[in-house]
């Protein structure tokens, strides 16, 4: 089993829909909780970064998290098609295990207009 | 503009040879990481480096080899031991203080078996 479950897609929506991206993992190690957006044939860059549980929100993206439950999720408002990518989960220990990500296996959204 | 260069983008390798992907940052970060990324698979770490002249091997380190003789530079050797090289492979770096945990990737190589 990976420590590390997101659900795979491919996800497609219209424009304008909310859209909910999701992981769970098994190691109650992780501390920190990120999100990365990929687009095809490019590096991942981070879009949302979470310490412990609790939500954040940064224009129309919210991040929650939910160390209880081991479950993580991305909140997309007034989704656009610009936000058409693959996204990534990634967790990581903290302390000496900084920067050492265990990624989900992506989630690939389509909106369309 | 600081960031991290790869390259090259493509490369193509024949079976029994070695190839080396070059990865450079100017972002003055300590660490470095290489990644894999195969379709429906995410990002799984092959080798780290947290210092100069210091790394360990990650996930998947068989068949690979890492260099850190410079801060800005962190070469990965693809070996003929390498059963599957085909894939993406991704470089990234981060700062290393204990909050922030945050990687900066590069554009990342696509390596080919022909």
């Known amino acids: 089993q990976k420590e590390v479950e997101q659900d795979p897609g491919p996800l497609s929506v219209p424009e304008g829909a909310i859209v909910s991206l999701n992981c769970t993992y098994s190691?109650?190690?992780?501390?920190?909780f990120m999100w990365y957006r990929q687009y095809s044939r490019k590096g991942p860059e981070l879009l949302m970064y979470?310490?412990?549980?609790g939500n954040k929100e940064d224009g129309r993206f919210t991040a929650q998290v939910d160390k209880s439950s081991k479950y993580i999720s991305l909140f997309i408002r007034d989704s656009q098609p610009s936000d058409s990518a693959t996204y990534l989960c990634?967790?990581?220990?903290?302390?000496?295990?900084?920067?050492?990500?265990?990624f989900g296996q992506g989630t690939i959204l389509t909106v369309h207009p | 503009d600081g960031g991290i260069t790869q390259s090259p983008k493509y490369l193509f390798r024949k079976e029994g040879q070695n190839v080396t992907l070059s990865c450079e940052q100017n972002l003055n970060h300590d660490a470095m990481y290489w990644y894999r990324q195969d379709p429906g698979q995410g990002l799984r770490l092959i080798y780290y480096s947290q210092i100069v002249n210091d790394f360990q091997k990650g996930d998947i380190a068989e068949g690979y080899s890492v260099s850190r003789e410079k801060k800005e530079s962190f070469p990965l050797t693809v070996t003929s031991a390498q059963k599957n090289p085909t894939a993406f492979y991704l470089c990234?770096?981060?700062?290393?203080?204990?909050?922030?945990?945050?990687?900066?990737f590069g554009q990342g190589t696509r390596l080919t078996v022909v």
């Open positions: 979470t310490y412990s549980s």
């Open positions: 190691n109650s190690a992780f501390q920190y």
């Open positions: 990634a967790m990581s220990k903290g302390g000496t295990s900084y920067g050492k990500l265990t």
């Open positions: 990234a770096s981060t700062s290393r203080g204990t909050m922030n945990t945050e990687a900066f």
